[in-house]
């Protein structure tokens, strides 16, 4: 029987643990956490003589991609077909949390892990090098749990940010690398474009870049930029309380929009809609997205995250964010899916409902190579 696990199956998933892996075992102390805390859910095959397998399955909030944290399966039960059910019903939960696809990572030598998967009809897309304790890698596994139209988008290339602070030139490089391969997205790069970028404060620490500066960063590059923005100034006022920050705040970004105006970069008021970026994708640009990590994380901060894809339930995203702290991969960060509902809720930030996308497209030929 399948079911989902309690606080009094922590000893045996434990013991199940400590037998089923040599390394890369779940602690008691994270079992615990997954089973009180976390937005997750573990399922359990018990039989007449105990738990004889069990599956580990993490809900990312604000998006529609459940990953496969982990599968075990005791020994003595292994060939019965207990990971395929188990499987199964980790796939039924993730649909029944709202969630529309599953990933994975196998280890690349544990060939019947991935035949089950192969079976289950799961996709390698990567492999991540260095990935276990023992330094294997681990191949990456997707499946979408409902049917999926023909998906639309540029390839995006994945950077992930170094820094706290850079979110938004993490963004655009990303977003300039899809548009031109030749250029060369690296952290001496990242933290340039956020020097020039930035809007000098923001609710702590390091200032956080603005639209008005990553779409100048991009222009004074040769690209083709547009922008969405719903408010014409006072973007990020709300975000500190210094009365002294703000008014620099607002110098930066007079600065900004002097030059926006002078630069050409077309701006429009209108309503940032998931038809509306899904038709920029559509068109060949690739759309830098302010969001509210609120729905994301349940931190009040901007962030800027890359759309990279569209199809008529969902709109895919590039995070250059990665929670490793909280155990989190590149994987859980790549063409994230988020319902277009979703994501409208998720593309506004603050108390004025700020909206802002940098449009990025193909490198003026006027200009020539853009780097």
């Known amino acids: 029987m399948i079911r989902e696990a309690v606080i009094g199956d922590l000893e045996a998933l434990v013991a199940l643990e400590d037998r089923s892996f040599e390394t890369d075992r779940i602690s008691s102390r994270q079992f615990r956490y997954l089973l009180t805390r976390a937005h997750a859910v573990t399922l359990v095959d018990d039989a007449t003589d105990g738990i004889r397998g069990d599956v580990v399955v993490l809900f990312r909030r604000g998006t529609s991609l459940a990953r496969l944290y982990s599968i075990a399966v005791d020994e003595m039960a ?13 796939e039924q939960a993730a649909m029944e949390h709202g969630f529309a696809y599953m990933r994975a990572e196998i280890r690349t030598d544990n060939a019947p892990s991935l035949n089950l998967f192969s079976r289950a009809g799961y996709r390698p897309f990567a492999v991540h090098e260095d990935y276990y304790e023992d330094h294997a890698d681990a191949v990456r596994l997707e499946k979408r749990l409902v049917r999926r139209p023909e998906f639309r988008g540029t390839p995006v290339p994945f950077y992930q940010q170094t820094l706290d602070f850079t979110c938004g030139s993490a963004s655009l490089m990303m977003a300039m690398k899809a548009v031109n391969p ?27 870049c603005g639209p008005y500066g990553l779409a100048l960063a991009a222009h004074h ?54 038809r509306l970026i899904a ?26 995250v890359v759309v990279t894809g569209a199809d008529r339930s969902f709109l895919f995203v590039h995070d250059p964010y990665v929670d490793e702290e909280k155990g989190k991969s590149r994987t859980d960060s790549i063409d994230i899916p988020v319902t277009r509902e979703e994501f409208e809720r998720m593309a506004r930030y603050g108390k004025a409902a700020l909206q802002a996308a940098v449009i990025i497209g193909p490198p003026r030929k006027a200009r020539g190579r853009a780097t």
Do not use: C
């Open 182 to 208: 030749g250029f060369e997205a690296d952290r001496r790069t990242e933290i340039r474009l956020w020097r020039e970028a930035t809007t000098v404060f923001m609710t702590s620490g390091h200032g956080g």
């Open 279 to 304: 038709d920029v994708i559509d068109e060949g640009r690739i759309p830098v997205v302010l969001i509210s990590s609120w729905r994301m994380y349940q931190e009040k901060f901007p962030h800027w």
């Open 78 to 90: 292994r060939g019965q077909g207990v990971g395929a059910a188990l499987l199964a019903a980790a």
């Open 221 to 274: 590059r040769g690209y083709d930029v547009s922008l969405y923005v719903s408010n014409e100034s006072d973007l990020f006022i709300d975000s500190v309380r210094s009365e002294e920050k703000k008014q620099v705040m607002r110098l930066v970004e007079e600065d900004f929009l002097e030059e926006i105006r002078h630069s050409g970069i077309p701006v429009h008021r209108e309503r940032l809609t998931a």
